[in-house]
């Protein structure tokens, strides 16, 4: 089969094709084979050296992937040959709090799926709604399931309330879409009436421009008759963080999923200042993505309400390098997806 293998971490060249044999499965494991892969922010991070967890040398990258099981173990209950299933962001996690026992993530310090045939222990994996194309399943596991849980993890959100997302990223997007099958207003933040204009096709009642309004915390109050969001999507971290505080109703919830500037550079920490925030009673609050219960639970949420993923670009398999070049270097609007057969 042919795979990848991040064998020089560092530099997009270092993420070299390889030919292997097909695995075979144990008695709990199951083989995928993979239809299409999804990046995001975590895969930069890793081949820059710079996210949180070890990298196993030689890994496979790439945690989000779609495929159909093409064989199983002898004690396999959970899925059957023909199965359309995602692997699991943290496959070891399958509910309750994260633990540090816990703490693997597929195309990191496990084989990713970023290759023809993945090789998962049937804990590892989740089951895809039936409406969706390979390329869109394999959106879910990280952006996707980051979006749910910034949206149903706290305090829960009421049919009505606002929901304030940042620029046009897969969470964002994500966000924006389950906020309003929650019944709830949309103020959404972006660059361009291009990108206002799809925002409000994805169904934001209010879109500010940032660059022709820069304190755009004004904006997001004057929208709201002066109560602010209920709940931010902080997805830009010290650039955003003091103008989304500001953005913020006094009871509101601010989810918190970056604390750092830029993918290559080390970049600045995050700092509040007290003005922006002594007047304030909103809760910030941190998530790691998601369990597996909780994706189980998005899924039956995007089966139900028919959600569809958006997508900015699709490329084959063995433009992988540049498929990672477009996600980092490039104004996306939606996943950057690797089609793999």
């Known amino acids: 089969m042919r795979t990848y293998r991040l064998d020089k971490p560092g530099r997009i060249d270092g993420i070299m094709p390889h030919e292997a044999a097909e695995p075979e ?47 199983v173990g002898e004690k396999v209950t959970r899925f059957a040959v023909g199965d359309r299933v ?72 009421r049919p009505g309330q606002t929901v304030l997302t940042l620029g046009t990223g897969a969470v964002s997007l994500f966000a924006l879409q389950f906020a309003r099958a929650m019944g709830c207003r949309v103020v959404s933040t972006t660059s361009s009436a291009a990108k206002a204009a799809r925002l409000g096709e994805l169904g934001a009642h209010h879109v500010i421009d940032y660059t022709e309004t820069p304190q755009w915390w004004r904006a997001v109050r004057e929208v709201t008759g002066g109560q602010g969001a209920d709940l931010v999507v902080e997805t830009n971290g010290p650039a955003t963080i003091e103008q989304s505080i500001r953005s913020a109703a006094f009871y509101a919830q601010v989810v918190l999923l970056t604390v750092s500037d830029t993918i290559g550079d080390r970049g600045s920490g ?21 369990n597996r219960t909780d ?43 690797i089609r793999i057969a």
């Not at 083989?31 to 070890?54: E, K, T």
């Not at 309750?96 to 090789?119: H, V």
């Open 25 to 71: 499965p144990g008695p709990t494991g199951i083989v995928v084979r993979v239809r299409a892969v999804s990046l995001n922010r975590r895969d930069a991070l890793i081949l820059h050296q710079r996210y949180p967890l070890p990298l196993t040398p030689g890994v496979i990258p790439v945690s989000d992937g779609a495929g159909e099981v093409v064989a």
């Open 86 to 157: 995602v692997g699991g962001y943290w496959p070891r996690w399958h509910d309750g709090r994260l633990r540090p026992d816990l703490a693997d993530q597929l195309g990191c310090t496990l084989d990713g799926m970023l290759t023809e045939y993945a090789l998962l222990d049937q804990e590892w994996a989740v089951a895809v709604p039936d409406h969706l194309t390979w390329e869109e399943a394999a959106t879910l596991p990280c952006a996707a399931l980051t979006a749910w849980n910034s949206l149903v993890g706290g305090e829960p959100l």
């Open 295 to 337: 994706h189980e639970a998005m899924n039956r949420a995007v089966s139900a309400h028919h959600l569809r993923p958006v997508i900015d670009r699709v490329f084959d398999f063995a433009e992988a390098r540049e498929a990672y070049a477009c996600y980092i270097g490039e104004d996306t609007f939606g996943k950057v997806i």
């Open 270 to 290: 995050i700092e509040i200042p007290a003005d922006a925030y002594q007047s304030s009673l909103a809760t910030i609050r941190r998530i790691f993505v998601g």
